[in-house]
């Protein structure tokens, strides 16, 4: 009787999972937009200020939200967990990405105490974070070993070289993990900071090696309207057929490039073609034909992979895939959290709807470029981090992205950042995928 009685409830419950799949969709399309309201638009470090109006936020993300929904294309994506690129496109025959986190006993190579280049948004060991099992991981691919990142012979082999990594502030996040890494050898000397301090650029002296991150969450030439706290006063002015100087100028001097972005294309936007409005993506106030973000950045990654591909660049190109968020039991507006302390299992999580979108734009996209790519003798690598991170639900700053939130109230009420990547933790792995690329790919 009982397990009948409970045999109806678990159906029942099924069938109304099905039913509010939608409404789950929803939800997540508002945890999405709303980090892309405000941790990808604030200026030097992702966050700043983010608790002082979460009204404003919420009120951007839920005007919008409806619309972004309705933008995604109506086919499901298949894209899995475990995602299905070609191992030959990472030019070997062992798919470095396919794999699983391990223990690792020995932790991190470098702490908040050895390293003073970690922006405070991340430093989860300063700002207070009590569990550490976090930190004991290294990634590891199925099907061959990955050694960790040989500090002192990756400088060595970067010698008088330039790398830059370009997008938005998940490449912020990524190179503070790398010269932290570095640092252990060489700390790295800040030798050129913009005016916001979004793009900076480091040198190890002994080694004649820099390393720039230069701010360009669309690749692609746009003006941002935003205010001192990324709210913005006017929808972005995007020119889907001009790429960012900021980047293309400095590109043929680069012997290593990581590019990325994505996130920020969900933002209202207007869309420019030879300088003139071509649609817009969720402008409320304009008469313009309505573009779905997909488009967009499906023909800025194009533009942006045939300039690598005609610029006959002597160097490597990285482009590094969208990574998701784990924000659960809420959105980042109305409480969600990441408070888990361990890896996820494969399945646990699914990619939300917009990192779908993105991720399937970015491998179809490669994928026709790669194969023009490697005819013309140009370096093109796909660095395809979606599905490894998307099992470490335990490695965002959560609360502390704050400086101690708990100190002075134990309930202290603090939005989380379940979208950036506390240092040290999981994004340390990328940096073992990119020693081995650079070494073996
Ligand atoms: C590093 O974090 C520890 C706690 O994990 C803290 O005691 C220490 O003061 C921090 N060091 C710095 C330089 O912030
Ligand atoms: C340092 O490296 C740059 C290339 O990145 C090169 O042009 C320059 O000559 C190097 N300087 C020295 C002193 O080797
Ligand atoms: C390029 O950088 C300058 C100065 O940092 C900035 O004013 C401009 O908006 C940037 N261009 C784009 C397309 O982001
Ligand atoms: C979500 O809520 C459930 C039930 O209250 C709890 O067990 C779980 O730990 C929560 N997850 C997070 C990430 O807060």
Known sequence: MVRKMLQNVKSWW????????????????LVLLGICFRMLYSRSSGFEDVSEDPFIIRDNAESSAHTVFSNAPDETYDVPSKVATLPEERGGKCDIFDGNWIPNPAGPVYSNDTCNIIEKHQ???????????????????????????????????????RWALIGDSISRNHVQSLLCILSKV??????????????????????????????????????????????????????????????????????????????WYVKSAIYYEHNKEVGCHKCTKRKLTELEYG?????????????????????????????????????????????????AKEGDFELSE???????????????????????GVKLKLFDV????????????????????????????????????????PIDSWNDL????????
Not at 14 to 29: D, R, S, T
Not at 212 to 236: K, Q, R
Not at 434 to 441: A, D, F, H, Q, T
């Open 386 to 425: 979606t599905s490894l991170s998307l099992l470490r639900p335990d490695g965002h700053p959560g609360p502390y992205r704050f400086f101690q939130p708990f100190v002075k109230d134990r309930n202290a009420k603090v939005i989380n950042d379940c979208l950036h990547w506390c240092l040290p933790g």
């Open 354 to 376: 917009l990192n779908q979108v993105l991720h399937k734009i970015e491998l179809e996209e490669f994928r026709k470029a790669s194969a023009k790519a490697s005819k013309k």
């Open 434 to 441: 990119l020693m081995e690329m650079v070494v073996n790919g």
């Open 295 to 343: 488009f967009a950045y499906r023909k800025v990654l194009n533009k942006v992979f045939n300039h690598v591909i005609a610029s006959n660049h002597k160097g490597v190109t990285f482009y590094r895939t969208s990574t998701p968020d784990h924000f659960e039991n809420g959105t980042w507006s109305t409480g969600g959290t990441c408070k888990r302390t361990e890896p």
């Open 186 to 263: 060489e700390e790295a000397v800040l030798v050129y900071h913009d005016e916001g301090w979004k793009s900076r650029r480091w040198l190890f002296p002994s080694y004649n090696f820099t390393i720039s991150v230069i701010w360009s969450p669309f690749l692609a030439e746009a003006a941002i309207y935003e205010d001192i706290n990324g709210v913005s006063t006017h929808d972005v002015e995007l020119h889907l057929d001009k790429l960012d100087m900021n980047w293309t100028a400095l590109y043929q001097s680069l012997d290593y490039v990581i590019f990325s972005s994505g996130k």
């Open 14 to 29: 099924g069938y109304w999972k099905k039913k509010n799949n939608l409404i789950v969709k929803l939800g997540i399309g």
């Open 123 to 161: 430093n989860c060991m300063t700002n207070g974070r009590e569990d550490t099992g976090y930190l004991y991981w290294r990634w590891s691919p199925r099907d061959c070993e990955l050694p960790q990142l040989d500090a002192e012979r990756f400088l060595e082999i970067m010698r008088n070289k």
